[in-house]
């Protein structure tokens, strides 16, 4: 029979992770506590986004967020009944954003966007025929089976590979330019072209270290499906995995790009 973590048995964590877009690195307020196992250990972050504007081609393209302090909240939803898990003080996490983005065209362009796309920030590769690589690092985890869980073993994450702590969300990170108004959009169209977007998107996810959900819930996932235990040292596991993510993101920012695309 499993053994429910039980109060006399806590290890805490606590992340106030921020993802904003600005030129200035933001806090937001909330906290979610991770309760794990044994000691009392606490540890608060943030983490931020920062978006580029492009300009090319007499394209004029803005975005700004709408969000109290260019901010959302990134944590977990209490939670006292988790298998492996409980989460006290957490309100639900927040991957959308509310943007404002005003995208201009001049009437010389010819070949005229019809996309907008967001993606992370890449950096160009010194070889000729090399890919561009992701300039956030810091949120690239590298799987190693002698310091965390599940590495191995069918469907376990894979030793030497890398994962993400968070991703972007692909159903969001495209928006088509419209031909007129509507779902958003306002289209004025005259000797230059003019659209402008207001709206709810949601641009990120957890990332591929968690398989894309949230960490109580994979972790609890593991425990009912006996990939990790109560044992000291899965506690211990899984308490570092989560330490470091905080360590990799407290005070950073994480870049973003956002590039009208002719979609060819």
């Not at 429910?4 to 806590?10: A, D, E, Q, T, V």
């Not at 921020?18 to 606490?42: D, E, H, M, P």
């Not at 898990?85 to 991957?95: L, R, V």
């Not at 590769?125 to 949120?139: K, L, Q």
């Amino acid at each position: 029979m499993k053994k429910k973590l039980n109060s006399s048995s806590k290890r805490k964590w606590i992340i106030n992770g921020a993802l904003a877009f600005g030129a200035v690195a933001l806090l937001t307020t909330g906290f979610a506590t991770w309760i794990i196992g044994a000691n009392n250990t606490s540890a608060d972050g943030s983490t931020s986004v920062t978006v580029d504007t492009a300009e090319r081609n007499n394209i004029n393209l803005t975005l700004t967020v709408n969000e109290p302090n260019n901010s959302i909240y990134v944590g977990e939803d209490t939670k006292e009944d988790g298998a492996y898990i409980n989460i006290e003080g957490g309100k639900k996490t927040d991957f959308s954003i509310n943007v404002s983005i005003v995208l201009e065209i001049g009437k010389d362009v010819e070949k005229k966007p019809t996309k907008l796309v967001f993606d992370w920030k890449k950096e160009a590769s010194e070889e000729p025929d090399g890919e561009a690589t992701d300039v956030n690092t810091i949120n690239y985890v590298t799987a190693n089976s002698a310091t965390h869980v599940n590495v191995g073993g069918d469907g376990g994450r894979v030793n030497g590979t890398k994962y993400t702590y968070i991703d972007l969300n692909t159903e969001a990170t495209t928006l088509t330019i419209p031909a007129e108004s509507g779902s958003g959009w306002t289209v004025t169209t005259g000797e230059n072209s003019r659209y402008e977007f207001t709206g709810d998107l949601t641009l990120f996810k957890w990332g591929s270290f968690f398989n894309n959900e949230a960490p109580s819930v994979y972790y609890d996932g593991l425990y009912e499906e006996s990939k990790i235990t109560n044992s000291s040292a899965d506690v211990d596991k899984v308490y570092n995995e989560i330490m470091a993510m905080h360590s990799a993101l407290h005070k950073k920012t994480l870049q973003l790009t956002l590039t009208a695309t002719t979609g060819e």
